[in-house]
């Protein structure tokens, strides 16, 4: 089964709109750590946001939110204020304490904000 | 403050041949990993190491070998490519500890075996 699921290939956005990206995890370990990470079309990774499996409260970091519903293991980047520069495609990530630290990524969702 | 340090960035093989991809961290980290990214299949683990001297397979491990003689230092090696390595391959490096701490990725190596 799959440990990341994101089921939008491609999603469209206006300029200054909000949009949410989904992510779906499958886990049994009660200790683990969600990530979201954009490539933009240079290709390198960036780090956006984390959430622990223990926190209480939504993650958020500057235009950028994790939508945390522990009990359906979603986990959605919410981008507010969409910008030209938010096109790119967005990851989200999984790392657990019990299966050797690795991180599992899902396929990625292509975001194109359009002015 | 170099970070994760991934060579070359763009590479044309012929089948056959082999090459090694170079990444280095300078941030300490113990664990550090290697990925491919395809179309539509986000990025797939090849090989991870935990800490010098220690390596195991990911999910993708055929065709590829690595090693770990230094906490630094993490290279790929194709032994024979082949056109189904055609990929871009990502080194990345985190902290050992947990769940809690993010991966810090390398600009990726763009590889195109013909």
């Known amino acids: 089964a799959q440990k990341i699921t994101q089921t939008q290939p491609g999603m469209f956005v206006q300029e200054k709109e909000a949009v949410t990206l989904d992510c779906t995890y499958d886990?049994?370990?009660?200790?683990?750590?969600l990530f979201w990470y954009k490539q933009p079309s240079s290709g390198e990774m960036i780090f956006l946001i984390y959430?622990?499996?223990?926190?209480?409260q939504n993650a958020t970091e500057g235009r950028y939110s994790l939508n945390f519903q522990k009990a359906r293991k979603s986990a959605n980047l919410v981008i507010s204020a969409s910008q030209l520069g938010d096109s790119a495609m967005y990851f989200c990530a999984m790392r657990e304490f019990h299966t050797g630290n690795q991180f599992y990524f899902g396929t990625g969702t292509s975001l194109t904000v359009i002015p | 403050n170099a970070g994760v340090t991934q060579t070359p960035k763009f590479q044309v093989l012929k089948t056959g041949q082999s090459m090694t991809l170079q990444c280095a961290q300078d941030m300490n980290h113990e664990y550090m990993s290697w990925y491919r990214q395809d179309p539509g299949m986000g990025l797939r683990l090849i090989h991870y190491s935990v800490g010098a001297g220690i390596t195991d397979q990911g999910e993708v491990p055929n065709g590829y070998n690595v090693s770990r003689s230094t906490t630094e230092d993490f290279p790929l090696r194709l032994l024979s490519a082949a056109p189904s390595q055609t990929s871009v391959y990502f080194c990345?490096?985190?902290?050992?500890?947990?769940?809690?701490?993010?991966?810090?990725f390398g600009q990726g190596t763009r590889l195109t075996v013909v």
């Open positions: 990345a490096s985190s902290l050992r500890r947990g769940w809690e701490t993010e991966a810090f």
């Open positions: 886990t049994s370990d009660p200790s683990y750590g």
């Open positions: 959430q622990g499996s223990y926190d209480q």
